[in-house]
């Protein structure tokens, strides 16, 4: 049940929160507060706000393409940018089978699992396969795809069963792309909360953008799409590393929400 707060209860927690820098305080209170059970586990959560945790790792879960997704602390929290890519690769389920029949989707570099999640309920109807490297994004991971789909711990393509390849209809990664000296640079929440490994991209930010389009002509089935989240500033490098892979790649942009998806189509 929500904690019931007096007027001035909610002000103090707004207000320790404003201090700290959060600029949505009023609104970051109010969702605190409708997941405490206590008051004393509300201050408690404030006081992790405060101190600089994400918001989504104080209340246990983001909102994500409308879906409540499970977020862990020192998991990557899904970015509602990714929402557009989720959107994209929606809109490719009909070119690639007929309605009613079940695509094979991939989730590499998952963290969460909110990106093939989100993807296989909009899609209806799928096989869903999701992958990476921290055994903690795995945990997490696989408690939200419970039911849905199937979770594997490892490096990319190390990390699939073999009985996958050359069978996935859609695959689909936010991959980190945070050049190695930019890292620095990055908000607290997301530099000292989140795992580096979710947000390095080596020394040009693409380096596993590489990785992945190297190694998805294996792994897509005959006409099956790659989709990488990056920014608009890498797309060109993102889509060398396609184009390097003999996918012939598709650069497209949101410029509500700065996002950038580069997309490519193994041939038939």
């Known amino acids: 049940m929500p904690v019931s707060l007096s007027a001035s209860q909610l002000a103090s927690f707004v207000l320790t929160l404003r201090a700290a820098g959060c600029v949505y305080a009023?609104?970051?209170?109010?969702?605190?507060?409708?997941?405490?059970?206590?008051?004393?586990?509300?201050?408690?959560?404030?006081?992790?706000?405060?101190?600089?945790?994400?918001?989504?790792?104080?209340?246990?879960?983001?909102?994500?393409?409308?879906?409540?997704?499970?977020?862990e602390p020192g998991v990557f929290v899904p970015r509602r940018r990714s929402e557009f890519m989720v959107r994209r690769a929606a809109e490719l389920g009909p070119a690639i089978a007929a309605v009613g029949e079940s695509l094979v989707i991939l989730d590499m570099c998952c963290g969460s699992g909110a990106v093939g999640l989100a993807l296989a309920a909009a899609l209806g109807q799928a096989e869903l396969h999701a992958a990476d490297i921290d055994p903690t994004a795995v945990h997490c991971a696989r408690a939200n795809l419970a039911g849905v789909g199937l979770v594997y711990e490892g490096d990319l393509y190390a990390a699939l069963p073999a009985g996958l390849r050359g069978r996935v209809d859609i695959l689909i990664?936010?991959?980190?792309?945070?050049?190695?000296?930019?890292?620095?640079?990055?908000?607290?929440?997301?530099?000292?909360?989140?795992?580096?490994?979710?947000?390095?991209?080596?020394?040009?930010?693409?380096?596993?953008?590489?990785?992945?389009?190297?190694?998805?002509?294996?792994?897509?089935?005959?006409?099956?799409?790659?989709?990488?989240?990056?920014?608009?500033?890498?797309?060109?490098?993102?889509?060398?590393?396609?184009?390097?892979?003999?996918?012939?790649?598709?650069?497209?942009?949101?410029?509500?929400?700065?996002?950038?998806?580069?997309?490519?189509?193994?041939?038939?």
Do not use: K
């Open 26 to 71: 009023e609104d970051e209170a109010e969702l605190l507060a409708s997941a405490a059970d206590t008051p004393e586990e509300l201050a408690a959560m404030v006081s992790r706000r405060a101190a600089g945790l994400p918001l989504e790792q104080v209340l246990g879960w983001a909102d994500f393409c409308g879906l409540r997704v499970a977020v």
């Open 173 to 268: 990664a936010n991959a980190p792309y945070v050049p190695s000296a930019e890292i620095a640079l990055l908000p607290a929440e997301a530099r000292l909360h989140e795992p580096r490994v979710a947000l390095d991209g080596g020394a040009d930010g693409v380096q596993l953008h590489r990785g992945i389009a190297a190694g998805a002509p294996d792994w897509l089935a005959p006409g099956g799409y790659l989709l990488i989240e990056t920014s608009e500033r890498q797309a060109e490098l993102t889509a060398q590393a396609f184009r390097s892979a003999g996918l012939n790649p598709q650069i497209v942009t949101d410029e509500d929400w700065s996002a950038a998806v580069v997309i490519g189509r193994r041939a038939n």
